[in-house]
T-cell receptor, first 113, second 115 residues
Framework: GDSVTQMEGPVTLSEEAFLTINCTYTATGYPSLFWYVQYPGEGLQLLLKATKADDKGSNKGFEATYRKETTSFHLEKGSVQVSDSAVYFCALYLTGTASKLTFGTGTRLQVTL | DVKVTQSSRYLVKRTGEKVFLECVQDMDHENMFWYRQDPGLGLRLIYFSYDVKMKEKGDIPEGYSVSREKKERFSLILESASTNQTSMYLC??????????????FGEGSRLTVL
């Protein structure tokens, strides 16, 4: 079945460090891909998305490029801040799959001063 | 500001009790969802609803039921709570517009502990 695999956390970085969180997917068709973020004590919120191959989603300094050849959608940020500390979820959506998103297990990011 | 509101942030119940988790959205969204979130397992879909009085089972519906009598409200019911239902429960809603199908709006979550 369709699935999303994320790198295990926690990821601990110093402020201003470069961030990569890996995400790969398995899907029978051509999914749309998403990154959601969950700040402490809050629900998830959409961070960025890409709907077709080679699309780049971006928001709040974060970027991710839809790579069909490697079935990946890695999240990157050039310079993280303490306020980026959160859990990040990669997700995919396939048309016709009863309208549901398939989420990865989440990656916790901790940014320290 | 758009909002999905879950009625209780924290609940403690006893085994065998009936539990209601309520969710209300103010965005006139057609679709609503209930997920549970557990460490190492991510989010798993329990039930979803396309529209009023419509419901579909998700990946883990056993032990749960839902009710959607009004468009803005989607309730999750645990008929007889068990300890393995201790979890964080997240409600979400979504527009049915094709270009927004992956964009869920989540509530803050309800953390349920079953003793």
């Amino acid at each position: 079945g369709d699935s999303v695999t994320q790198m295990e956390g926690p990821v601990t970085l110093s402020e201003e460090a470069f961030l990569t969180i890996n995400c790969t997917y398995t899907a029978t068709g051509y999914p749309s891909l998403f990154w959601y973020v969950q700040y402490p004590g809050e629900g998830l919120q959409l961070l960025l998305k890409a709907t077709k191959a080679d699309d780049k989603g971006s928001n709040k300094g974060f970027e991710a490029t839809y790579r069909k050849e490697t079935t990946s959608f890695h999240l990157e940020k050039g310079s993280v801040q303490v306020s980026d500390s959160a859990v990040y979820f990669c997700a995919l959506y396939l048309t016709g799959t009863a309208s549901k998103l398939t989420f990865g297990t989440g990656t916790r990011l901790q940014v320290t001063l | 500001d758009v909002k999905v509101t879950q009625s209780s942030r924290y609940l403690v119940k006893r085994t065998g009790e009936k539990v209601f988790l309520e969710c209300v959205q103010d965005m006139d969204h057609e679709n609503m969802f209930w997920y549970r979130q557990d460490p190492g397992l991510g989010l798993r879909l329990i039930y979803f609803s396309y529209d009023v009085k419509m419901k579909e089972k998700g990946d883990i519906p056993e032990g749960y039921s839902v009710s959607r009598e009004k468009k803005e409200r989607f309730s999750l019911i645990l008929e007889s709570a068990s300890t393995n239902q201790t979890s964080m429960y997240l409600c979400a809603s979504r527009s049915s517009a094709a270009y927004r199908v992956g964009e869920l709006f989540f509530g803050e979550g309800s953390r349920l502990t079953v003793l």
